[in-house]
C-alpha cells in the first residue's frame, strides 16, 4: 500500500501492484531511530516478511531511488514467496555501518498501521509530486 502512494503513475492512478508476500531470510527488520519506518538489516539466521511488488517498471524505480536516503543501500536478495519459490528481489538495506541508526527494536507494521500510515503516505504523495513537478531529473 505504501509503495502504490509514492510510485504510482499521475497521483495513484495505479491504484495497486501485482505483489507477493514473500520471507526474507538473514535479514531483520528494526524501527529507526525517531521515525515511524523501519529498517532492513543482514541478520544470519534471522528471518522477517515483506512483500514484493512485481510491476514497477524504471520509473518507478527511479522514483524509489530518490526516496530512499543515504541511509540505505539497494541490493538485490533472493527471497522466499508463500508456495516455496526462490524470487530475486531488489530491496533497500540498512547496511551494518548505519546500525547505529536503528533502534533496537522490532518494527510493528501493525502499530505503524494505527498510528503512522495516513501521515507517511501523505509524505509520499508530496515528495512524489516534487519529484513530478522537477522533471524527474
Do not use: H
Not at 531483520?28 to 515511524?36: H, M, N, P, W, Y
Not at 519506518?37 to 524504471?58: F, V
Amino acid at each position: 500500500e505504501i509503495g502504490v502512494r509514492l510510485v504510482g503513475s499521475e497521483m495513484c492512478i495505479r491504484d495497486s501492484f501485482k505483489s507477493l508476500d514473500i520471507i526474507i531470510r538473514d535479514y531483520e527488520r528494526f524501527a529507526l531511530e525517531g521515525k515511524s519506518y523501519p529498517g532492513l538489516i543482514y541478520s544470519p539466521n534471522k528471518t522477517t516478511l515483506g512483500r514484493a511488488y512485481l510491476d514497477l517498471d524504471e520509473d518507478d524505480l527511479k522514483i524509489l531511488d530518490r526516496f530512499e536516503d543515504d541511509l540505505y543501500q539497494k541490493e538485490e536478495l533472493i527471497v522466499d514467496t508463500a508456495d516455496r519459490k526462490k524470487l530475486t528481489a531488489v530491496a533497500y538495506v540498512v547496511p551494518a555501518r548505519n546500525r547505529n541508526a536503528l533502534s533496537d527494536k522490532p518494527w510493528d507494521p501493525e502499530e505503524f498501521s494505527r498510528g503512522k500510515l495516513t501521515r507517511y503516505i501523505e509524505n509520499c504523495q508530496k515528495f512524489r509530486q516534487a519529484y513530478l513537478s522537477k522533471g524527474s531529473s
